[in-house]
């Protein structure tokens, strides 16, 4: 346990909760550099690594105009045009080589939405409404913890949704079909932040923490300095998660 001394002395974790972060299934939807963020700082907390795993999601090669956020790939994968999820792994296995790692190189879409039904907490990592929005969809239907962030210039805002407890995202954001094709900027600290938040979620959630796990919609303007909390409720009527 030498490795995990640091976070084992955090009383709320402690040994028991860093047993739990071992056998964790994770599953993150997007390799860029939210996911890469979530990612390693996962691997680095052990998750997964005993009876569980970390499964990576993307379709996606390295480009040069991904360094500058995506913290894993070098400027090697992007020549080599490598799938995220393939220069990612070769990335967490430098980190941990006995990491229990699981990548498809494939879109997050309703042909594998199933296959949440095999995770203890799924984490958005992606960069459009559409794919976020089903997977809140999978979420509510699978009954999983789903952990959220967006993000866009200099801000973004994160929520963490424990289907039949919380409101869903569907709660308080109506849902966006289109995806938007328009390239989004954002500058490279952003996706750290959120990223690290994301992971802490997600341990709190592996760890059986749940009073500790955000359930307002937090913001945060980097640039301009301002943070805001949105509490959100259930919506009677949600289309999403209703209950019958
Ligand atoms: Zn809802």
New binding site residues.
Partial sequence: MERYLRQTLFAPLGEAGQRLLQRGRVLIVGCGALGGTVADLLVRAGVGKDDGRITLLDPDVVQLSNLHRQVLFTEEDARQGRFKVEAAQKALLQADQAANLEIFPVRFDESNLSMVADFDVLVDATDNFPTRFLMNRAA?KYGKPFVTAGIAGASGQTVTILPGVT?????FLQAVEEIQENIIPVLGPLPQIFGAMEAMETIKILSGCLDAVNRSLLTFDLWGNRTHRFEVV??VD?S???EP
């Fill in positions: 509510v409101a869903c995202l569907e709660c259930r919506s949600c999403v998660c209703k």
